[in-house]
């Protein structure tokens, strides 16, 4: 069972790479999508752009025409912007919050291996077997692993805040 359990693990782990990998990729496509559909747009104001000014040259449109154009061509390039903004900050609150899961993750990990290192002697073993220096070395890394739990808790609730705070609330 243990071994089955650390291949599914393993296999987990393969396929979150995979995942992330193919997420990735994904964005980059969207991207170069996205650019080359700016720069067919810009073509093709710039296109439509010379035709008034050709048309205004030979006296088949006002000034005024041409300046309610170059108005929309702006309001068309300041929602594209606002677009692909909002479009970059969904993809950073998703790679956020993957963060996030990898941090809590390797927290979590951390811990486990704080608990197992720090329960291997009995206090009152190390007590009458070791000088004051030795026994002040020992508190001083025991404080240590104290230091390292508060900041993993402190991480951890900072983590449940950011992503669910009301399973903090007292019920």
Do not use: W
Request: net charge negative; aromatic share 2%.
């Amino acid at each position: 069972m243990s071994d089955r359990l650390n291949d599914e693990m393993e296999s987990r782990r393969k396929m979150s790479d995979k995942l992330s990998h193919e997420r990735h990729q994904s964005q980059k496509e969207k991207e170069c999508t996205q650019e080359l559909i700016e720069d067919l747009r810009k073509q093709l104001e710039h296109l439509q752009l010379y035709k008034l000014e050709a048309e205004a040259k030979r006296g088949r449109l006002p000034g005024a025409g041409l300046q309610e154009y170059q108005t929309r061509t702006r309001e068309a390039e300041l929602e594209q912007e606002i677009k692909r903004l909002k479009q970059d900050n969904r993809s950073l609150k998703e790679q956020n919050d993957e963060l996030n899961g990898q941090i809590i993750n390797l927290s979590i990990q951390g811990a486990k291996n704080l608990m197992s290192a720090s329960f291997s002697d009995s206090l009152a073993a190390e007590i009458n077997s070791v000088s004051r220096a030795e026994l002040m070395e020992a508190i001083h890394k025991q404080e240590e692993i104290n230091y390292r739990l508060q900041d993993y808790i402190d991480k951890i609730i900072v983590a449940i805040m950011e992503s669910n705070p009301s399973i903090l609330e007292v019920k």
